[in-house]
Protein backbone atom coordinates (compact mmCIF):
# COMPACT_ATOMS: atom_id res chain seq x y z
CA UNK A 1 0.00 0.00 0.00
CA UNK A 2 1.28 3.49 -0.38
CA UNK A 3 1.75 6.20 1.46
CA UNK A 4 -1.71 8.32 0.19
CA UNK A 5 -3.38 5.06 0.32
CA UNK A 6 -2.64 4.15 4.11
CA UNK A 7 -3.14 8.18 4.92
CA UNK A 8 -7.04 7.92 2.99
CA UNK A 9 -7.48 4.35 5.54
CA UNK A 10 -6.26 5.87 8.82
CA UNK A 11 -8.67 8.98 8.12
CA UNK A 12 -11.75 6.73 7.43
CA UNK A 13 -10.86 5.01 10.53
CA UNK A 14 -12.87 5.32 13.49
CA UNK A 15 -12.09 4.84 17.41
CA UNK A 16 -14.02 2.39 19.17
CA UNK A 17 -15.88 4.54 21.52
CA UNK A 18 -17.22 7.22 18.47
CA UNK A 19 -17.89 4.03 16.58
CA UNK A 20 -20.32 3.01 19.59
CA UNK A 21 -21.33 6.52 20.17
CA UNK A 22 -22.78 6.74 16.46
CA UNK A 23 -24.29 3.51 16.23
CA UNK A 24 -26.04 4.10 19.78
CA UNK A 25 -27.21 7.29 18.01
CA UNK A 26 -28.09 5.12 15.17
CA UNK A 27 -30.51 2.60 17.21
CA UNK A 28 -31.65 5.52 19.36
CA UNK A 29 -33.25 7.23 15.96
CA UNK A 30 -34.84 3.98 14.87
CA UNK A 31 -38.29 3.35 15.08
CA UNK A 32 -37.51 -0.11 15.89
CA UNK A 33 -36.41 1.25 19.57
CA UNK A 34 -38.59 4.02 19.85
CA UNK A 35 -39.68 5.15 23.37
CA UNK A 36 -36.40 3.50 24.80
CA UNK A 37 -33.51 5.68 26.11
CA UNK A 38 -30.65 3.41 25.05
CA UNK A 39 -28.25 6.60 25.29
CA UNK A 40 -29.56 7.44 28.68
CA UNK A 41 -28.74 3.96 29.67
CA UNK A 42 -25.16 4.42 27.82
CA UNK A 43 -24.33 7.35 30.28
CA UNK A 44 -25.60 5.82 33.46
CA UNK A 45 -23.58 5.62 36.80
CA UNK A 46 -21.74 2.78 37.09
CA UNK A 47 -22.31 0.60 40.31
CA UNK A 48 -20.44 2.09 43.03
CA UNK A 49 -18.95 -1.11 43.94
CA UNK A 50 -17.06 -0.90 40.33
CA UNK A 51 -14.96 1.84 42.53
CA UNK A 52 -14.43 -0.40 45.33
CA UNK A 53 -14.52 -4.11 44.00
CA UNK A 54 -13.74 -6.97 46.12
CA UNK A 55 -10.30 -8.21 44.59
CA UNK A 56 -8.75 -12.05 44.97
CA UNK A 57 -5.34 -11.30 45.36
CA UNK A 58 -6.34 -8.82 48.47
CA UNK A 59 -7.81 -10.79 51.35
CA UNK A 60 -8.33 -10.17 54.50
CA UNK A 61 -5.29 -11.50 56.73
CA UNK A 62 -7.10 -11.30 59.98
CA UNK A 63 -11.10 -12.21 60.96
CA UNK A 64 -11.48 -8.26 62.02
CA UNK A 65 -10.57 -7.19 58.45
CA UNK A 66 -13.55 -8.72 57.14
CA UNK A 67 -16.66 -6.25 56.35
CA UNK A 68 -19.05 -9.38 55.55
CA UNK A 69 -19.06 -12.82 55.81
CA UNK A 70 -17.79 -13.38 52.10
CA UNK A 71 -14.54 -12.46 53.27
CA UNK A 72 -13.67 -15.63 54.57
CA UNK A 73 -14.83 -17.55 51.38
CA UNK A 74 -11.28 -16.73 49.53
CA UNK A 75 -8.92 -16.92 52.40
CA UNK A 76 -10.51 -20.62 52.80
CA UNK A 77 -9.91 -21.37 49.38
CA UNK A 78 -6.29 -20.38 49.84
CA UNK A 79 -5.93 -22.14 52.30
CA UNK A 80 -7.85 -25.84 52.31
CA UNK A 81 -7.07 -28.57 49.36
CA UNK A 82 -8.91 -28.27 46.10
CA UNK A 83 -10.88 -31.46 47.27
CA UNK A 84 -11.71 -30.30 50.52
CA UNK A 85 -12.70 -26.85 49.15
CA UNK A 86 -15.03 -28.48 46.87
CA UNK A 87 -16.61 -30.73 49.01
CA UNK A 88 -17.66 -27.77 51.25
CA UNK A 89 -18.69 -25.42 48.27
CA UNK A 90 -20.06 -27.84 46.05
CA UNK A 91 -23.69 -27.91 44.69
CA UNK A 92 -25.54 -30.79 43.09
CA UNK A 93 -25.98 -31.39 39.32
CA UNK A 94 -26.38 -27.67 37.58
CA UNK A 95 -26.14 -26.38 40.92
CA UNK A 96 -30.25 -24.53 40.47
CA UNK A 97 -31.30 -25.20 43.78
CA UNK A 98 -27.81 -23.61 45.63
CA UNK A 99 -27.77 -20.24 43.35
CA UNK A 100 -31.97 -20.44 43.40
CA UNK A 101 -31.36 -20.28 47.63
CA UNK A 102 -29.41 -16.71 47.28
CA UNK A 103 -31.65 -15.64 44.26
CA UNK A 104 -34.66 -16.27 46.47
CA UNK A 105 -34.19 -13.56 48.94
CA UNK A 106 -34.35 -11.14 46.07
CA UNK A 107 -38.28 -11.95 45.99
CA UNK A 108 -38.96 -10.62 49.36
CA UNK A 109 -38.90 -6.90 50.45
CA UNK A 110 -38.56 -5.46 53.48
CA UNK A 111 -41.38 -2.91 54.87
CA UNK A 112 -39.76 -0.98 57.71
CA UNK A 113 -41.60 1.02 59.92
CA UNK A 114 -40.28 4.19 61.86
CA UNK A 115 -40.89 5.79 64.65
CA UNK A 116 -40.11 2.89 67.02
CA UNK A 117 -37.72 2.82 69.71
CA UNK A 118 -34.83 0.33 68.96
CA UNK A 119 -32.50 1.93 71.29
CA UNK A 120 -32.42 -1.59 73.27
CA UNK A 121 -32.52 -4.56 70.92
CA UNK A 122 -33.35 -7.67 72.53
CA UNK A 123 -32.20 -11.02 69.79
CA UNK A 124 -32.98 -13.45 72.93
CA UNK A 125 -34.45 -16.99 71.01
CA UNK A 126 -36.54 -19.39 72.92
CA UNK A 127 -36.58 -22.87 72.02
CA UNK A 128 -37.71 -26.16 73.23
CA UNK A 129 -38.09 -23.94 76.93
CA UNK A 130 -33.75 -23.28 76.36
CA UNK A 131 -32.73 -19.64 75.84
CA UNK A 132 -30.14 -18.31 73.74
CA UNK A 133 -28.86 -14.88 73.19
CA UNK A 134 -29.52 -15.20 69.16
CA UNK A 135 -31.66 -16.35 66.90
CA UNK A 136 -28.72 -17.62 64.38
CA UNK A 137 -27.64 -21.31 64.67
CA UNK A 138 -24.90 -23.47 63.43
CA UNK A 139 -26.44 -26.29 61.05
CA UNK A 140 -24.55 -29.92 60.70
CA UNK A 141 -21.77 -30.20 58.45
CA UNK A 142 -19.73 -32.90 58.32
CA UNK A 143 -15.95 -34.21 58.30
CA UNK A 144 -14.64 -30.31 59.55
CA UNK A 145 -11.38 -31.19 60.11
CA UNK A 146 -11.39 -31.44 56.27
CA UNK A 147 -11.15 -27.34 57.14
CA UNK A 148 -9.15 -26.70 60.29
CA UNK A 149 -6.88 -29.40 62.21
CA UNK A 150 -9.92 -28.16 65.05
CA UNK A 151 -12.25 -29.13 62.93
CA UNK A 152 -15.65 -29.27 65.31
CA UNK A 153 -13.95 -28.26 68.97
CA UNK A 154 -13.20 -25.13 67.37
CA UNK A 155 -17.02 -24.70 65.88
CA UNK A 156 -18.05 -26.00 69.27
CA UNK A 157 -15.63 -23.60 70.97
CA UNK A 158 -16.98 -20.36 68.75
CA UNK A 159 -20.76 -21.31 69.57
CA UNK A 160 -20.05 -21.46 73.16
CA UNK A 161 -18.72 -18.06 73.02
CA UNK A 162 -21.34 -16.00 71.59
CA UNK A 163 -23.77 -18.97 73.26
CA UNK A 164 -25.21 -20.15 69.73
CA UNK A 165 -27.55 -23.24 69.21
CA UNK A 166 -25.11 -25.92 67.42
CA UNK A 167 -26.08 -29.08 65.72
CA UNK A 168 -23.30 -31.80 65.89
CA UNK A 169 -23.70 -33.91 62.48
CA UNK A 170 -23.20 -37.69 62.77
CA UNK A 171 -20.37 -37.80 60.35
CA UNK A 172 -18.29 -35.01 62.51
CA UNK A 173 -15.04 -35.67 62.96
CA UNK A 174 -15.00 -35.14 67.16
CA UNK A 175 -17.88 -37.36 69.09
CA UNK A 176 -20.99 -35.85 70.72
CA UNK A 177 -19.37 -36.45 73.71
CA UNK A 178 -16.27 -34.25 72.84
CA UNK A 179 -18.27 -31.66 71.37
CA UNK A 180 -20.86 -31.25 74.14
CA UNK A 181 -17.70 -30.64 76.04
CA UNK A 182 -15.98 -28.39 74.09
CA UNK A 183 -19.42 -26.39 73.84
CA UNK A 184 -20.02 -25.89 77.53
CA UNK A 185 -23.68 -26.98 76.87
CA UNK A 186 -26.23 -29.88 75.23
CA UNK A 187 -25.44 -29.42 71.16
CA UNK A 188 -28.35 -31.00 69.23
CA UNK A 189 -27.31 -34.60 67.91
CA UNK A 190 -27.79 -34.61 63.49
CA UNK A 191 -28.86 -37.90 62.43
CA UNK A 192 -28.13 -39.86 59.33
CA UNK A 193 -30.26 -43.18 60.05
CA UNK A 194 -28.44 -45.27 57.48
CA UNK A 195 -30.13 -48.01 56.01
CA UNK A 196 -30.04 -50.10 59.42
CA UNK A 197 -31.76 -49.73 61.92
CA UNK A 198 -29.65 -51.05 64.69
CA UNK A 199 -26.81 -48.27 63.40
CA UNK A 200 -29.44 -45.40 63.69
CA UNK A 201 -30.57 -46.53 67.20
CA UNK A 202 -26.77 -46.83 68.30
CA UNK A 203 -26.17 -43.64 67.50
CA UNK A 204 -29.52 -41.94 68.93
CA UNK A 205 -28.93 -43.30 72.12
CA UNK A 206 -25.16 -42.67 72.53
CA UNK A 207 -26.22 -38.94 71.84
CA UNK A 208 -28.99 -39.38 74.38
CA UNK A 209 -26.38 -40.93 76.70
CA UNK A 210 -24.09 -38.03 76.52
CA UNK A 211 -26.18 -35.79 76.99
CA UNK A 212 -27.84 -34.52 73.42
CA UNK A 213 -31.26 -33.42 74.25
CA UNK A 214 -32.72 -33.03 71.02
CA UNK A 215 -31.78 -35.19 67.67
CA UNK A 216 -32.18 -33.86 64.30
CA UNK A 217 -33.23 -37.11 61.67
CA UNK A 218 -31.88 -35.51 58.13
CA UNK A 219 -34.51 -37.15 55.71
CA UNK A 220 -32.87 -35.26 52.19
CA UNK A 221 -30.43 -37.43 51.22
CA UNK A 222 -31.47 -40.34 49.22
CA UNK A 223 -29.56 -41.04 46.43
CA UNK A 224 -26.43 -40.64 45.13
CA UNK A 225 -25.26 -37.28 45.80
CA UNK A 226 -23.94 -36.19 41.75
CA UNK A 227 -21.51 -33.17 43.04
CA UNK A 228 -19.91 -32.11 39.95
CA UNK A 229 -17.71 -29.20 41.57
CA UNK A 230 -16.32 -31.23 44.35
CA UNK A 231 -15.70 -33.63 41.64
CA UNK A 232 -13.95 -31.32 39.20
CA UNK A 233 -11.83 -29.70 42.16
CA UNK A 234 -10.74 -32.99 43.39
CA UNK A 235 -9.27 -33.97 39.73
CA UNK A 236 -7.35 -31.03 40.32
CA UNK A 237 -5.86 -32.07 43.72
CA UNK A 238 -2.47 -33.35 43.45
CA UNK A 239 -2.01 -34.52 46.61
CA UNK A 240 -2.87 -38.44 47.71
CA UNK A 241 -6.16 -39.14 48.97
CA UNK A 242 -5.82 -42.51 49.68
CA UNK A 243 -3.02 -41.99 52.33
CA UNK A 244 -6.18 -40.15 54.53
CA UNK A 245 -9.44 -41.86 53.16
CA UNK A 246 -9.55 -45.68 52.53
CA UNK A 247 -11.36 -47.23 50.07
CA UNK A 248 -15.48 -47.71 50.24
CA UNK A 249 -17.99 -46.53 53.17
CA UNK A 250 -16.08 -48.95 55.93
CA UNK A 251 -13.03 -46.35 56.02
CA UNK A 252 -15.45 -43.29 55.77
CA UNK A 253 -17.68 -44.45 59.19
CA UNK A 254 -13.81 -45.78 60.76
CA UNK A 255 -13.11 -42.15 60.66
CA UNK A 256 -16.18 -40.76 62.51
CA UNK A 257 -15.57 -41.27 65.94
CA UNK A 258 -19.60 -41.45 66.78
CA UNK A 259 -19.86 -44.38 64.88
CA UNK A 260 -17.63 -46.13 67.35
CA UNK A 261 -18.39 -49.57 68.29
CA UNK A 262 -21.66 -49.96 66.44
CA UNK A 263 -21.61 -53.02 63.55
CA UNK A 264 -21.83 -51.14 60.30
CA UNK A 265 -21.54 -54.47 58.52
CA UNK A 266 -24.48 -53.96 55.43
CA UNK A 267 -24.82 -50.41 55.30
CA UNK A 268 -24.68 -48.97 52.09
CA UNK A 269 -25.21 -45.00 53.01
CA UNK A 270 -25.23 -42.91 55.92
CA UNK A 271 -28.31 -41.76 54.35
CA UNK A 272 -31.26 -43.92 54.53
CA UNK A 273 -33.08 -45.27 50.93
CA UNK A 274 -35.83 -46.77 53.13
CA UNK A 275 -36.58 -43.71 55.97
CA UNK A 276 -40.33 -43.58 56.19
CA UNK A 277 -42.32 -42.10 59.43
CA UNK A 278 -42.06 -45.63 60.81
CA UNK A 279 -38.65 -45.08 61.84
CA UNK A 280 -39.74 -41.81 63.48
CA UNK A 281 -42.23 -43.96 65.34
CA UNK A 282 -39.33 -46.48 66.18
CA UNK A 283 -36.86 -44.07 67.31
CA UNK A 284 -39.64 -42.69 69.85
CA UNK A 285 -39.64 -45.32 71.56
CA UNK A 286 -35.83 -45.57 71.92
CA UNK A 287 -34.97 -42.49 73.03
CA UNK A 288 -36.51 -39.90 75.24
CA UNK A 289 -35.08 -36.51 73.24
CA UNK A 290 -37.04 -34.42 71.12
CA UNK A 291 -37.17 -35.45 67.96
CA UNK A 292 -36.60 -32.96 65.22
CA UNK A 293 -36.94 -33.12 61.19
CA UNK A 294 -34.36 -31.67 58.86
CA UNK A 295 -34.81 -31.68 55.05
CA UNK A 296 -38.39 -30.50 54.70
CA UNK A 297 -39.43 -28.57 51.52
CA UNK A 298 -43.12 -28.96 51.53
CA UNK A 299 -45.99 -27.74 53.50
CA UNK A 300 -47.76 -31.37 52.97
CA UNK A 301 -44.78 -32.58 54.72
CA UNK A 302 -44.50 -30.45 57.47
CA UNK A 303 -48.33 -31.65 58.69
CA UNK A 304 -47.06 -35.06 58.31
CA UNK A 305 -43.86 -34.05 60.66
CA UNK A 306 -46.71 -33.22 63.07
CA UNK A 307 -49.28 -36.04 62.21
CA UNK A 308 -45.92 -38.29 63.26
CA UNK A 309 -45.08 -35.99 66.79
CA UNK A 310 -42.03 -34.71 65.53
CA UNK A 311 -40.98 -31.44 67.90
CA UNK A 312 -40.29 -29.10 65.05
CA UNK A 313 -38.61 -29.21 61.98
CA UNK A 314 -36.24 -27.83 59.79
CA UNK A 315 -37.09 -26.06 56.08
CA UNK A 316 -34.11 -27.14 54.31
CA UNK A 317 -32.81 -28.04 50.82
CA UNK A 318 -29.40 -29.54 52.16
CA UNK A 319 -27.47 -26.08 50.83
CA UNK A 320 -28.46 -27.20 48.01
CA UNK A 321 -26.48 -30.07 48.13
CA UNK A 322 -29.20 -32.78 47.73
CA UNK A 323 -31.15 -32.32 44.64
CA UNK A 324 -31.55 -30.07 41.86
CA UNK A 325 -34.88 -28.87 42.58
CA UNK A 326 -34.54 -25.47 41.82
CA UNK A 327 -36.97 -24.62 44.71
CA UNK A 328 -35.29 -22.61 47.70
CA UNK A 329 -36.41 -22.77 51.17
CA UNK A 330 -37.10 -19.18 51.70
CA UNK A 331 -39.96 -19.72 48.80
CA UNK A 332 -40.94 -22.91 50.52
CA UNK A 333 -41.07 -20.92 54.06
CA UNK A 334 -44.37 -19.28 53.96
CA UNK A 335 -46.27 -22.41 52.57
CA UNK A 336 -44.56 -24.34 55.64
CA UNK A 337 -45.03 -21.87 57.92
CA UNK A 338 -49.29 -21.41 57.11
CA UNK A 339 -49.41 -25.39 57.03
CA UNK A 340 -47.31 -25.74 60.85
CA UNK A 341 -49.64 -22.60 62.26
CA UNK A 342 -47.86 -22.09 64.97
CA UNK A 343 -47.78 -25.78 66.29
CA UNK A 344 -44.55 -26.82 66.53
CA UNK A 345 -41.55 -24.37 65.78
CA UNK A 346 -39.88 -24.17 62.06
CA UNK A 347 -36.29 -23.49 61.45
CA UNK A 348 -34.71 -23.13 58.61
CA UNK A 349 -31.28 -23.23 56.67
CA UNK A 350 -29.91 -22.54 53.55
CA UNK A 351 -28.25 -19.65 51.77
CA UNK A 352 -28.52 -17.11 54.68
CA UNK A 353 -25.37 -14.61 54.24
CA UNK A 354 -27.07 -11.68 55.23
CA UNK A 355 -28.57 -10.01 58.19
CA UNK A 356 -31.75 -8.81 56.10
CA UNK A 357 -31.91 -12.83 54.53
CA UNK A 358 -32.09 -13.68 58.65
CA UNK A 359 -34.90 -11.08 59.57
CA UNK A 360 -36.97 -11.94 56.24
CA UNK A 361 -36.96 -15.65 57.55
CA UNK A 362 -37.87 -14.57 61.16
CA UNK A 363 -40.41 -12.11 60.18
CA UNK A 364 -42.19 -14.75 57.74
CA UNK A 365 -42.53 -17.27 61.02
CA UNK A 366 -39.25 -18.56 61.57
CA UNK A 367 -37.91 -19.57 65.34
CA UNK A 368 -34.12 -19.21 63.86
CA UNK A 369 -32.07 -19.96 60.95
CA UNK A 370 -29.38 -22.43 60.47
CA UNK A 371 -25.70 -21.49 58.94
CA UNK A 372 -23.44 -24.01 57.16
CA UNK A 373 -21.02 -22.62 54.40
CA UNK A 374 -20.64 -19.24 56.08
CA UNK A 375 -19.61 -20.54 59.65
CA UNK A 376 -16.76 -23.11 57.47
CA UNK A 377 -15.89 -19.80 55.44
CA UNK A 378 -14.30 -18.80 58.85
CA UNK A 379 -13.51 -21.97 60.19
CA UNK A 380 -11.32 -22.67 57.08
CA UNK A 381 -9.85 -19.44 57.09
CA UNK A 382 -8.60 -18.90 60.11
CA UNK A 383 -10.24 -21.12 62.73
CA UNK A 384 -12.35 -20.65 65.93
CA UNK A 385 -11.12 -16.92 65.57
CA UNK A 386 -13.02 -17.02 62.16
CA UNK A 387 -15.90 -18.89 63.00
CA UNK A 388 -16.56 -15.90 65.58
CA UNK A 389 -16.17 -13.23 62.96
CA UNK A 390 -18.91 -15.04 61.12
CA UNK A 391 -21.29 -15.22 63.55
CA UNK A 392 -20.55 -11.74 65.09
CA UNK A 393 -20.98 -10.60 61.42
CA UNK A 394 -24.05 -11.87 60.85
CA UNK A 395 -25.27 -10.96 64.18
CA UNK A 396 -24.30 -7.27 63.93
CA UNK A 397 -26.25 -7.22 60.40
CA UNK A 398 -29.38 -8.92 61.96
CA UNK A 399 -29.45 -6.49 64.91
CA UNK A 400 -28.52 -3.52 62.25
CA UNK A 401 -31.52 -5.00 59.93
CA UNK A 402 -33.61 -5.04 62.65
CA UNK A 403 -33.61 -1.90 64.08
CA UNK A 404 -33.65 -0.50 60.39
CA UNK A 405 -36.93 -2.56 59.94
CA UNK A 406 -38.74 -1.09 63.57
CA UNK A 407 -38.47 -4.19 65.35
CA UNK A 408 -36.78 -4.14 68.87
CA UNK A 409 -37.00 -8.13 69.67
CA UNK A 410 -38.14 -11.10 67.52
CA UNK A 411 -41.54 -11.12 68.48
CA UNK A 412 -41.99 -7.70 66.87
CA UNK A 413 -39.98 -9.29 63.37
CA UNK A 414 -44.07 -9.73 62.12
CA UNK A 415 -44.96 -11.15 58.39
CA UNK A 416 -46.43 -7.66 57.46
CA UNK A 417 -42.97 -6.21 57.60
CA UNK A 418 -41.99 -8.43 54.28
CA UNK A 419 -43.79 -8.72 50.91
CA UNK A 420 -43.38 -10.93 47.70
CA UNK A 421 -41.53 -8.77 45.33
CA UNK A 422 -44.22 -8.79 41.91
C1 LIG B 1 -19.68 -29.25 53.84
C2 LIG B 1 -21.09 -29.51 54.28
C3 LIG B 1 -21.36 -30.66 55.01
C4 LIG B 1 -22.67 -30.91 55.43
N1 LIG B 1 -22.90 -32.01 56.21
C5 LIG B 1 -24.14 -32.24 56.67
C6 LIG B 1 -24.38 -33.33 57.57
O1 LIG B 1 -23.47 -34.06 57.94
N2 LIG B 1 -25.67 -33.51 58.00
C7 LIG B 1 -26.70 -32.69 57.60
O2 LIG B 1 -27.84 -32.90 58.00
N3 LIG B 1 -26.48 -31.64 56.78
C8 LIG B 1 -25.24 -31.40 56.33
N4 LIG B 1 -25.00 -30.31 55.53
C9 LIG B 1 -26.12 -29.38 55.23
C10 LIG B 1 -26.22 -28.30 56.32
O3 LIG B 1 -26.67 -28.83 57.52
C11 LIG B 1 -27.17 -27.18 55.91
O4 LIG B 1 -28.41 -27.73 55.58
C12 LIG B 1 -26.64 -26.33 54.75
O5 LIG B 1 -25.25 -26.20 54.80
C13 LIG B 1 -27.27 -24.96 54.78
O6 LIG B 1 -26.96 -24.23 53.65
P1 LIG B 1 -25.76 -23.16 53.55
O7 LIG B 1 -24.51 -23.93 53.50
O8 LIG B 1 -26.07 -22.45 52.28
O9 LIG B 1 -25.86 -22.27 54.77
C14 LIG B 1 -23.72 -30.03 55.10
C15 LIG B 1 -23.42 -28.88 54.36
C16 LIG B 1 -22.13 -28.61 53.96
C17 LIG B 1 -21.85 -27.35 53.21
Redo the contacts with the bound molecule.
Sequence with gaps: MIASQRLAVRKNMIDQPTCRRRFLKFLAASPLLAGTDVLAQEQRLPDPSVWGPRTLDKLITSPREAINVFDFEPVMHQNVPPAHFG????GIDDEVT?RA?REGFLKFQLRPRRMIDVETLDLRMELFGQTYPSPIAL??????R??HEDGELAVARAARQGDHLQ?L????TVSIEQAIEARGRPVWF?L?PTNKWEVAAGLARRAEKAGAQTI?V?A??LARQNWETFVRLRRTDTRNCGSCHGPGLASFVQRKPNFDGLDVSGISS?GATNLTWEFIKRLRDTVKTRLVL??LITAEDAILAIDNGLDAI?V??????AEDSGRSTIDALPEIIEAVDGRIPVLV?????RGTDIVKALALGARAV?????Y?WGLGAFGQPGVERVLDLLQQETRAAMMQLGAPSLKHLVPAMVRRAS
Design positions: YMATLNAPTGSNAFVSTVAQYVTDVTKGVSNHGGRDSGFRCIGRPL
